[in-house]
């Protein structure tokens, strides 16, 4: 079946950069996802690429795109106290009623 | 405010039990899905639902069961609850392909 792994845990300073990386293993996915859940919270969606695309960039956010190693990154830019959250990559495939495959999640702790 | 919402917020019950928790989504969606979000995160589909097909997670016990008033509500109903049922669900909705799915709030759920 799918699967798609996060490393747990990154603690960056304040005004830092952070990379939060995921890979998966299923070469028919379409759609890749980053939501961030804060504590106690529901998951907000950051952004999704589409797999034919290598990139996507929304203000700070960046999505890179490995199609052929499987490996999808978000870079947060000049990374604040309030993007303090667990980071959860996804997966889905467009014939499977776009339902998503979630990584473990990405703990971000940002330093003052 | 357009948005996914569930209720109740938080529910304490006992084992044995029967309980139900309500979605209601007002952005147009044609698809709606329970996920499950055990005491470690990890996130996990459990139902997938539009007007036409009912997709089931091969995993999820048939003491769940999601039932749909109407296009805007996926309801789920949970027979005699057990220990390990406690979890946060989180309700989801979405255009049936293509579009990110948008998560409610979430349900925390104690079996006790």
């Known amino acids: 079946g799918e699967d798609v792994e996060q490393s747990l845990f990154l603690s960056v300073r304040e005004g830092d950069s952070s990379v939060i990386n995921c890979t998966y293993t299923?070469?028919?996915?379409?759609?890749l996802y980053w939501y961030k859940q804060e504590p106690g919270a529901g998951l907000q969606l950051l952004t999704y690429i589409f797999s034919n695309m290598d990139m996507k960039q929304d203000q700070r956010l960046t999505v890179l795109l490995n199609k052929k190693d499987k490996h999808l990154s978000l870079r947060i830019a000049d990374t604040q106290t309030g993007d303090s959250a667990i980071y959860f990559c996804a997966e889905s495939e467009d014939n499977a009623g776009n339902m998503l495959t979630f990584g473990g999640g990405t703990r971000l702790m940002v330093k003052p | 405010d357009t948005a996914v919402s569930q209720t109740p917020k938080y529910l304490v019950t006992q084992m044995g039990n029967d309980k139900s928790i309500k979605c209601e989504q007002n952005l147009g969606h044609d698809t709606m899905y329970w996920y499950k979000q055990d005491s470690k995160k990890f996130l996990k589909i459990m139902f997938s639902y539009n007007n036409k097909e009912l997709i089931i997670n091969e995993t999820v016990p048939n003491r769940f069961s999601p039932k749909s008033p109407d296009k805007a509500h996926l309801n789920l109903h949970i027979n005699s609850l057990e220990l390990g049922d406690s979890a946060v669900y989180f309700c989801?909705?979405?255009?049936?392909?293509?579009?990110?799915?948008?998560f409610g709030p979430g349900t925390r759920l104690t079996v006790l």
């Open positions: 989801a909705s979405s255009r049936l392909s293509g579009r990110a799915p948008i």
């Open positions: 299923d070469s028919s996915s379409t759609y």
